[in-house]
């Protein structure tokens, strides 16, 4: 088949690639979309899986998903029946929690798998996998979460890059952008099936399914998983922003299926403690070349105004606002905050200043190709995961940016946010000694990619509630 000579050719030219048999064999299932009673859950039936279970390639297959809080999978819940489809290149998906029966507990651990085959009655289970769900704002419990950016098959130091990761032991993984790069290496992928190969070898690697098969994920894009470097929606160069956006959406657990309506930006309460913005940088994007005035926008119109209103309207002591660019630098790209939208980025670091936003646990990571934390004039902070697999320095930041840390010896890297809960104080009482609360924590780590060390942390405490 075309594709999986791509695949192939691909994995030739890739020395972190697994062999051939596993780029044909393997497909990492994925648990997304994390929330308190829900998860998109994904996986893709590959060739060989496809014929060992009896569905020969003229035919369609039936898969459905399983989880249970438990391993034995005891009164497991159970998704609807999904067809297994050359039309959406094999790829399955299935939200939990779309309605009650569906529904998952929060701040517990699942157990998931998904069972396939050429009908109802004749099924294979695949390996089982485990992720969390959130405890959203009813409880705090301690969470880890990797931020990582930039992902290039061709790397000869992946493979570590992906150990070190897991190594850091995270709950969840966010996915911010160039997970896959279509313009690298070799010849562009411009086609539909070009580019779903560069999602089949990434997620043919060992590492990555290890990772991906007891984490939750969430997936962002930026312009190389997109369409290209710098890329915006217009202009007639392949691929073409629709078959972008479409592919994304395909290939990665981010949208519901069964939801048209759903959207690529989104507000995740994590727990009491931590809120995340996790941001759409290219759909609704103004034209990179247009004039860097009042309405050029890369959030586009309704993106940018619910941000604003709902920083504002949350009460949660940590916020923190994922995108795949910069927003404080320093950047020199062409199309991002502080080189092309500038306009914009004022726009926010007033909004922040106005609101004392900065004072009520609001900053920014973004992906970058060094490591750094920023500081406005307006006091609102940014740091930068840097790439994991491309190794890069800071840069000089612009006139008025406090630079706190830079990356001064290039290298790859990935970021790790833990919050702690703190703990309630306990009045006096006759019998019963008076104990003082503490606040919860937040930490976030710099993590140099090679070596899993940590070259930067910072360190925030919540207020302490009467």
């Not at 996986?43 to 003229?58: C, F, K, L, N, W």
């Not at 695949?126 to 959203?136: A, I, R, V």
Request: net charge neutral; charged share 20%.
């Amino acid at each position: 088949m075309k594709v999986n000579a791509l695949i192939l050719a691909l994995a030739a030219t890739c020395g972190a690639l697994a062999t051939p048999v596993f780029a044909q064999e393997m497909s990492a299932d994925v648990a997304g979309e994390i929330g308190t009673a829900s998860a998109l859950l994904q996986a893709r039936i590959t060739a060989e899986q496809r014929h060992a279970v009896g569905i020969p390639d003229s035919m369609e297959g039936w898969a459905r998903f399983e989880a249970a809080d438990n391993p034995e999978f005891e009164r497991p819940v159970v998704t609807e029946w999904v067809k297994i489809s050359p039309a959406n290149d094999y790829v399955i998906k299935y939200m939990f929690g779309r309605n009650s029966v569906e529904s998952l507990r929060g701040g517990k651990t699942y157990y998931w798998h998904v069972r396939f085959g050429p009908n109802p009655s004749k099924l294979t289970t695949s390996p089982t996998h485990t992720f969390q769900t959130l405890s959203g704002s009813l409880a705090s419990r301690p969470i880890r979460i990797a931020v990582v950016q930039g992902i290039d098959l061709a790397a000869p130091k992946l493979s570590a890059a992906l150990d070190q990761v897991v190594a850091a032991k995270p709950d969840y993984v966010v996915f911010n952008g160039n997970s896959v790069l279509y313009d690298l290496p070799g010849a562009a992928a411009t086609t539909q099936d070009a580019m779903r190969a560069k999602w089949h070898a990434l997620f043919a690697q060992p590492k990555m399914s290890e990772l991906l098969g007891k984490t939750g994920t969430f997936w962002l894009k930026n312009d190389r998983d997109f369409r290209f470097a710098g890329a915006d929606t217009t202009g007639t160069r392949e691929p073409s922003a629709e078959l972008g956006a479409n592919t994304f959406r395909e290939q990665a657990p981010v949208t519901d299926p069964r939801d048209p309506s759903s959207l690529t930006f989104r507000a995740i309460q994590a727990t009491r403690d931590l809120a995340l913005w996790m941001l759409e940088v290219r759909d609704y994007r103004s034209p990179n070349s247009a004039p860097d005035t009042k309405g050029k926008s890369v959030w586009g119109t309704s993106q940018g105004e619910w941000l604003q209103r709902s920083h504002v309207s949350s009460t949660t002591p940590f916020k923190i606002m994922i995108q795949p660019t910069a927003i404080v630098g320093p950047d020199a790209a062409t199309d991002t905050h502080p080189t092309a939208f500038r306009a914009e980025r004022q726009g926010l670091l007033d909004h922040v200043k106005a609101n004392k936003l900065n004072e009520k646990g609001l900053l920014s990571i973004v992906g970058g190709n060094g490591q750094y934390h920023s500081v406005s004039p307006e006091g609102f902070e940014e740091i930068s995961v840097g790439s994991l697999t491309t190794p890069a320095a800071g840069a000089t930041a612009a006139a008025g940016v406090k630079q706190l840390f830079s990356q001064s010896q290039a290298a790859p890297g990935f970021a790790l946010i833990e919050v702690i809960p703190g703990t309630p104080a306990v009045a006096a009482a006759p019998g019963r000694t008076a104990v003082e609360g503490t606040p919860a924590k937040l930490t976030i780590s710099l993590i140099n990619a090679e070596t899993g060390a940590v070259v930067y942390s910072i360190n925030r405490s919540a207020p302490l509630k009467n």
